[in-house]
């Protein structure tokens, strides 16, 4: 699957004093992204919920190369590089006119929203995968 990009502005609420985006906040921005991606699919988070499917992160590497601050307009990329039934592996990338500012290795996990046992995605899912 192509890299899906996501546009971004930070806000006040997203810095700390000195303006400057505080790191949990970099894995908002991705988390948007790969919800945006999901959208983009044609599924929506609540439909999953409403199925009884929950994704969570299950491993996550990040690494922080520069910082960005208040106002500048980010990009945040969303890329599947590995699936099987049950996991998706994204490489994400948050941006800043063109520049690199922090990348992560994300892996999700499809769970059962009862049990928490994982489930194998939902056709919809699995069909744009397999594509």
Not at 7 to 30: H, Q, R
Request: net charge neutral; with cysteine; glycine share 4%.
């Amino acid at each position: 699957m192509s890299e899906f990009q996501h546009p971004v502005t930070v806000y006040i609420e997203d810095t700390d004093a000195g303006g400057i985006v505080y790191y949990v906040n970099y894995l908002k921005f991705m988390e948007r992204a790969r919800s945006e991606w999901l959208k983009q699919l044609g599924i929506t988070q609540r439909a999953l919920l409403e199925d009884g499917i929950q994704l969570v992160v299950h491993r996550l590497e990040c690494r922080y190369a520069k910082p960005a601050r208040l106002d500048d307009e980010l990009s945040v990329s969303a890329e599947v590089k590995a699936h099987s039934a049950c996991r998706l592996s994204f490489h994400q990338v948050v941006q800043h006119r063109g520049e690199p500012l922090c990348h992560a290795t994300v892996d999700i996990a499809c769970l059962d929203a009862a049990s928490l046992r994982p489930r194998r995605w939902p056709a919809s899912l699995g069909k744009a995968l397999s594509a």
